[in-house]
């Protein structure tokens, strides 16, 4: 059973660009959390998706950052017209539905995508 | 809101001898508590959870931590550490999304 899987693990882009994050999560799992973390700081949580659905996207920037969760394919984050500041490692995790076989409270985390804002 | 709070940035500790980690929680209702690890450049790894039963909780690669309900704690600890253990260590509050605290950096000597 593979683990949580995001890509890319390293992406370089300069200011105004677009950034797209993906993360596919484990195999059973329908919920999706991002969290971002700044250079030596702690975990942010971002946003929480269930397939087609936002359910708490209470740590999201007002602008320029959006993410979804489709019916089919990959959860994305996407970073629109990115600055310096959005330089960070964002990390995804995926955990199945509270009370379903699997269940046992934990989220389970990919690698980290790591965004750099030239 | 719930939140957790580590308030030690970093803990050095010699290897060989026992290690705290501490963690306080402010949560309304039952607590479910966790602890993750994180290495260099990579994701967190679980080590253990408390959600209800025996307050002294077994975890992975011979950590444990003690759920303290009077004093609102989840301290991790480890017997006898290990220079391997070096990693940056968080505490977590879950509701519908983990909470986490802002991350102790363990650093063990030879």
């Known amino acids: 059973n593979a683990g949580v899987m995001q890509n890319p693990r390293h992406l370089v882009r300069r200011r105004g660009q677009e950034a797209r994050l993906r993360c596919s999560p484990m195999?059973?799992?329908?919920?999706v959390y991002w969290y971002r973390q700044l250079p030596e700081e702690g975990l942010k949580f971002m946003v929480y998706l269930q397939k087609e659905n936002i359910i708490d996207e209470s740590g999201m920037p007002k602008e320029r950052f959006s993410a979804e969760f489709p019916k089919e394919g990959p959860s994305i984050l996407r970073i629109q017209q990115v600055v310096r500041g959005d330089s960070a490692a964002y990390f995804c995790a995926s955990s199945p539905v509270a009370g379903a076989p699997g269940s046992t409270g934990e989220l389970f985390f990919g690698e980290g995508s790591r965004l750099t804002v030239l | 809101a719930q939140s957790v709070a580590q308030p030690e940035d970093q803990v050095n500790v010699a290897e060989g001898n026992p290690l705290t980690v501490k963690c306080t929680y402010s949560?309304?209702?039952?607590?479910?508590l966790f602890w993750y690890v994180q290495y260099p450049n990579r994701g967190l790894q679980f080590l253990l959870k408390?959600?209800?039963?025996?307050?002294l909780v077994k975890g992975s690669y011979g950590f444990e931590a003690e759920f303290n309900k009077s004093q609102t704690s989840f301290h991790l600890k480890k017997p006898s550490a290990l220079v391997s253990d070096s990693a940056l260590y968080f505490c977590?509050?879950?509701?519908?999304?983990?909470?986490f605290g802002t991350g102790t950096r363990l650093q063990v000597f030879p």
């Open positions: 949560v309304s209702g039952n607590p479910y």
């Open positions: 977590a509050v879950r509701s519908d999304k983990l909470i």
């Open positions: 408390y959600i209800t039963g025996d307050n």
């Open positions: 195999k059973g799992h329908s919920h």
